[in-house]
């Protein structure tokens, strides 16, 4: 069975910078896109950031473009978001899955939390 785990989240002033790391078990990334989601409190899940099987493409939500970039690695199974210029609107826990906007492959992670404030 598929394991995800997210690290890498903490606190951080505005304007500070996070890299998120997603090692995923038990599934093979390689053949599929990839991407990070984030929820807020009393917010739905929303897609930040999606790249294709050979990192070929990537997409980004509107309000992370210029400051988050997404990666990854699939030899070792793991998707890796750059988080830049963050911003308090930024704070939420962020997850990875396989898939994109309109499906989320495997069961969710627990998550990373990122907070962003002074």
């Known amino acids: 069975q598929a394991r995800i785990v997210e690290s890498g989240g903490g606190s951080v002033q505005p304007g500070g910078s996070l890299s998120l790391s997603c090692a995923i078990s038990g599934f093979t990334i390689s053949t599929w896109p990839m991407s990070w989601y984030r929820q807020a409190p009393g917010k739905e899940r929303e897609l930040v950031a999606r790249?294709?099987?050979?990192?070929?493409?990537?997409t980004y939500g509107d309000s992370v473009k210029g400051r988050f970039t997404i990666s990854r690695d699939n030899a070792k199974n793991t998707v890796y978001l750059q988080m830049t210029s963050l911003k308090p609107e930024d704070t939420a826990v962020y997850y990875c899955n396989a898939g994109g906007a309109s499906i989320s492959l495997l069961s969710w992670g627990q998550g990373t939390q990122v907070t962003v404030s002074s």
């Open positions: 790249i294709g099987r050979a990192s070929l493409s990537r």
